[in-house]
């Protein structure tokens, strides 16, 4: 496994089935050729990722949606055209090209394109779509630098794409059009509101199966450090806790509170997000005994954020 920023090997090493950790504007993200069985099986073998998880399929441009998706309904066109490149993955009727391992059986693929030019570069290169979920252990903290991929996963990698860090640092929105309905899995890099100014309100999900996920990242417990996460309100007195830490947008700051890492002192939620996984990394590997956590303003940007906690902290 090396860390570096070449394209070419890059590209070859996806052409013969490799593994390749690519950078976005949302996570770094574990890549394989999405035509090739056998390396998707390699994405699930190195995450211990269970087979009923689908994965999202990454095109360079929008262009090349007929190579993965076997119709491209309007209303998604018009999201695509508006929000790619960028945070946004659409769920489509894939193309018979595409393996049932990428889709987990299911008849429908997630499709996105990224906002980050090195991988763009780097797929126009390869000439191939990839198969890619966040570069980290199946449930655990979602990777945005180069260095977490090398820690969390190291050699299970070929190669690891160092792009800097992520930008937006939540993974994608994911939208499942049907018809008229746009139906929103998950909340992630585009707000609610920024669709909604588009094509009018959106529905969320009736029911989410526990065991067959229509998309990435709607699993109960998922996003989790290894310490113990819990998210209290900003008037829980957690001062007692001298082997606590607390991630906050912006405070108050508890005394006693042994780590504290505040996101966005002038309450930017966009500065915040970009850094909160960062943030829980460093508090996962300070030794604490728990990670105490503010809820985030409950709009924007900030509904993914709660939506993480939520599912870090499930069980806990």
Known sequence: ??????????????????????????????????????????IFAAKDRPFFDPLIVHLADIDWWPRVASSFPPLARKLAEQFWPGPLTLILPKSDAIPDLVTSGMPTVGVRVPDHPLTRK????????????????????????AEHVRQQLGNRVDVILDGGPCRVGVESTILQVCDDEVMLL?????PQEAIEALIGKISLPRQVSKTEPTAPGMLDSHYAPRTRLMIVDASVDISDCSRAGLISLAGPVPAGVAAVELLSPSGDVVEAAARFFQALHRLDQAGLDVIFAHRFPDQGLGRALNDRLRRAAHGS
């Not at 966040?134 to 990777?143: I, T, V």
């Open 186 to 190: 998950r909340p992630g890099g585009i």
């Open 122 to 145: 780097l797929l126009k290169l390869a000439d191939l779509p990839v198969a890619a979920p966040s570069a980290n252990p199946f449930g655990r903290l979602s990777p945005t630098t």
């Open 1 to 42: 496994m090396t860390v570096d920023v070449d394209l070419q090997r890059a590209a070859e090493t996806l052409k013969q089935g490799g593994l390749v950790a690519i950078p976005t504007e949302t996570v770094y993200g574990l890549a394989a050729n999405a035509f090739d069985s056998q390396a998707v099986a390699r």
